[in-house]
């Protein structure tokens, strides 16, 4: 089995579509399936079965994978040994989330840009539910997460730092400067926000469904703020997001405690073996990312 088709193979079982494994690889969609055949025919088995513009494993397929995923992470493993004299090198795929990628990453990866220019970083900005799935399919190497649970399945995690949320209004707003708000006090605010699937969103959402405040969906967390900013509502944030805003005063902050905690993740496929050069990112990531939630 030549190493090449394997790595194909593991790409197409990961995204199961020829058109987007040909597309991550750079080639044309023929050879993905010239590829996919000669596997096929030097092992003797259908490796995936075709259904109309879908495929699927086979069960052939489904053993073949986790000792394709062996062996192409140790070929990667060797040409790190190799090149373990020079500088750390090669491309890292990483998931992560907006108020992640703004306010708690600059510092990582400035870092890296600076001290390690022979890896690449490419920075995929996507959810929980979606960073996880590309975790476990292979599509990313490394994904942060911000969630309140800290066991995932089918991936290892570390806890980087909790991250401590704030509901956030303007200063003219009705409820700035009231003390011990409850949930209920809530039920005529508007409230801003950014899109679904963010945890802090809908968790905070979650706890108001009883009263169900109207909601106003901004999408990003600088359009939240300048919403929440304008008087148009509050909006449940991460404290490291509006840290700015709190000081100057444009924002102020709520006397109204979540009754959830998140925690701010690193993640990889369980089982993976990590090159060297993500390894480095990740203790930088645990490093970096700690010392930045410290309290002054």
């Given at each position: 089995?030549e190493?090449?088709l394997l790595?194909?193979?593991?790409?197409?079982?990961?995204?199961l579509?020829?058109?987007?494994?040909a597309a991550?690889l750079g080639?044309a969609q023929s050879?993905?399936t010239?590829?996919i055949?000669?596997?096929?025919?030097s092992?003797g088995?259908?490796?995936f079965e075709r259904l109309?513009s879908?495929i699927?494993?086979?069960e052939?397929?489904e053993?073949?994978?986790?000792?394709?995923?062996?062996?192409?992470?140790?070929?990667e493993?060797?040409r790190?040994?190799?090149?373990?004299?020079?500088?750390?090198s090669?491309t890292?795929?990483?998931g992560?989330m907006?108020?992640?990628?703004s306010?708690?990453l600059?510092p990582?990866l400035e870092?890296f840009h600076?001290r390690y220019p022979?890896?690449?970083?490419?920075?995929?900005p996507?959810?929980?539910d979606a960073?996880r799935?590309?975790l476990r399919?292979g599509?990313y190497d490394v994904?942060f997460?911000?969630?309140p649970g800290?066991?995932?399945e089918?991936?290892?995690s570390?806890?980087?730092?909790?991250e401590p949320?704030v509901l956030?209004a303007?200063?003219?707003?009705?409820?700035?400067?009231?003390?011990?708000?409850?949930?209920a006090?809530?039920a005529?605010a508007?409230?801003v926000?950014?899109?679904p699937g963010?945890p802090?969103?809908?968790l905070f959402e979650?706890e108001?469904?009883?009263?169900?405040?109207?909601?106003?969906?901004?999408?990003?967390?600088e359009?939240?703020k300048?919403g929440?900013?304008s008087?148009?509502?509050?909006?449940?944030l991460?404290?490291?997001?509006?840290?700015?805003?709190?000081?100057?005063?444009t924002?102020v902050?709520?006397?109204?405690?979540a009754?959830?905690?998140l925690?701010t993740?690193?993640?990889?496929?369980?089982?993976?073996?990590?090159?060297?050069h993500?390894r480095?990112?990740v203790e930088?990531a645990r490093?970096?990312v700690?010392?930045q939630?410290?309290?002054?």
């Open positions: 089995m190493l090449r790595v194909t193979f593991e790409k197409v079982a990961d995204v579509s020829f058109t987007r494994a991550d080639y050879s993905v010239g590829q055949r000669s596997l096929e025919t092992l088995v259908e490796l109309g879908r699927r494993l086979t052939a397929g053993r073949l994978l986790p000792y394709a995923r062996r062996m192409t992470e140790l070929a493993e060797a790190t040994a190799v090149a373990s004299a020079g500088d750390p090669g890292i795929a990483v992560t907006e108020s992640l990628t306010y708690r600059p990582l870092y600076h022979k890896v690449r970083l490419t920075l995929r996507t959810l929980g960073t799935q590309a399919q599509t994904g997460l911000m969630e800290t066991e995932h089918g991936l290892e570390e806890v980087l730092a909790p949320l956030v303007g200063p003219g707003h009705p409820l700035a400067g009231r003390t011990g708000l409850t949930s006090d809530l005529a508007h409230l926000g950014t899109e963010c802090y969103r809908d979650e108001l469904r009883e009263w169900a405040p109207p909601f106003m969906e901004f999408g990003t967390i359009a939240t300048r929440v900013t008087g148009l509502g509050v909006a449940l991460p404290r490291v997001t509006v840290a700015e805003e709190l000081a100057s005063g924002l902050a709520l006397d109204w405690e009754p959830f905690t925690f993740q690193v993640a990889w496929r369980r089982g993976k073996k990590l090159p060297a993500v480095l990112f930088q490093r970096l700690s010392e939630s410290r309290p002054a």
